[in-house]
């Protein structure tokens, strides 16, 4: 079966081939794009950055140029996906709503 990558916040997948594991080095040509199904390039595009790009749809994602394997790509969407930074509490501090 093909592994999938959430590449987006509106869940638009990246499919990988069947045969490459996490350890396996990006290609220039990554996977398709599940909703067009269109092929995903790696494209470079700063010295720094490095984008994913649908040929079908134009979607265009950018990535860390540090990213390299298929795993480490996985992780990257993964830590973009978790919160953070964000504190939300429901108590209410002394001299708090009422002034009191």
């Known amino acids: ?5 959430k590449i987006t916040k509106y869940n ?5 081939p ?7 080095e990006l290609s220039p ?3 398709i794009h599940e909703v067009c199904f ?5 494209v470079d595009v700063s010295e720094t950055h490095a984008a994913l ?3 079908t749809c134009g979607l265009r994602v950018m990535i860390p140029r540090e ?3 298929y795993g480490e790509l996985k992780g990257y969407f993964i830590a973009l996906a978790m919160p953070s ?5 429901t108590e209410v501090e002394e001299g708090g709503q009422d002034g009191g």
């Open 18 to 24: 069947d045969h490459l594991g996490d350890g396996a």
């Open 12 to 16: 638009e997948m990246l499919v990988t």
């Open 67 to 69: 990213v390299n394997t």
């Open 29 to 31: 040509e990554v996977g």
């Open 38 to 42: 269109g092929s995903i390039s790696l």
């Open 53 to 55: 790009v649908c040929d």
């Open 85 to 89: 930074g964000i504190w939300v509490t």
């Open 1 to 5: 079966m093909a592994g999938k990558i």
